[in-house]
T-cell receptor, first 116, second 112 residues
Framework: NAGVMQNPRHLVRRRGQEARLRCSPM?????VYWYRQLPEEGLKFMVY????????ESGMPKERFSAEFPKEGPSILRIQQVVRGDSAAYFC??????????????FGSGTQLSVL | GESVGLHLPTLSVQEGDNSIINCAYS??????FIWYKQESGKGPQFIID?????DKRQGQRVTVLLNKTVKHLSLQIAATQPGDSAVYFC???????????FGQGTELSVKP
């Protein structure tokens, strides 16, 4: 049973370019969460998605950032017109279908985004 | 803003000693807490969790204690080993779906 898969592992972009980060949840999981981590800081919640729905995007910046989790395929975190302050590690996590009770999240290895 | 925080940013222990990592939270509505371990260049790895109807939970070499009165959470690692060196995060669920709120983290360094 493969874990949460994220790609690419490292992504380098120049200012103004677009960054696309992908996340495939664990098999059987239909809830996906994106977190951002700056150096020597904790993980900051960005967005929580279920298939084809955004459940909670309270941690997403108002501009340039968007996320989706289509019916087929991985979840995508998209950052348009990247700036140097977007440089961070972006982690995806997933949890099972039944989230009526609180469940631990399973994390991927992250995508390290570097903006030049 | 975030309300889960840690008392010490770094902790250094001798191999074989016990380690205690502390965490404070401020939201009394939180009813589920998790400790994660993060090694350099990797994603957070689940260690142990506890629900608010419990005061203590034990795993293999790890124990989590929850004091709801003072909103304090601790992780105890018995017989600390070099492989335990990592950053440890506590996280809370505030009954907002599956969203977890993370603390800043404590870096544990184990001296051989």
């Amino acid at each position: 049973n493969a874990g949460v898969m994220q790609n690419p592992r490292h992504l380098v972009r120049r200012r103004g370019q677009e960054a696309r980060l992908r996340c495939s949840p664990m098999k059987g999981h239909s809830h996906v969460y994106w977190y951002r981590q700056l150096p020597e800081e904790g993980l900051k919640f960005m967005v929580y998605l279920q298939k084809e729905n955004i459940i909670d995007e309270s941690g997403m910046p108002k501009e340039r950032f968007s996320a989706e989790f289509p019916k087929e395929g991985p979840s995508i975190l998209r950052i348009q017109q990247v700036v140097r302050g977007d440089s961070a590690a972006y982690f995806c996590a997933s949890s099972p279908l039944d989230s009526a009770t609180n469940e631990k999240l399973f994390f991927g290895s992250g995508t390290q985004l570097s903006v030049l | 803003g975030e309300s889960v925080g840690l008392h010490l940013p770094t902790l250094s222990v001798q191999e074989g000693d016990n380690s205690i990592i502390n965490c404070a939270y401020s939201n009394s509505a939180s009813d589920y807490f998790i400790w994660y371990k993060q090694e350099s260049g990797k994603g957070p790895q689940f260690i142990i969790d506890i629900r608010s109807n419990m005061d203590k939970r034990q795993g293999q070499r790890v124990t989590v204690l929850l004091n709801k009165t003072v909103k304090h959470l601790s992780l105890q690692i018995a017989a600390t080993q070099p492989g335990d060196s990592a950053v440890y995060f506590c996280a809370e669920n505030r009954n907002q779906g599956g969203k977890l709120i993370f603390g800043q983290g404590t870096e544990l360094s184990v001296k051989p």
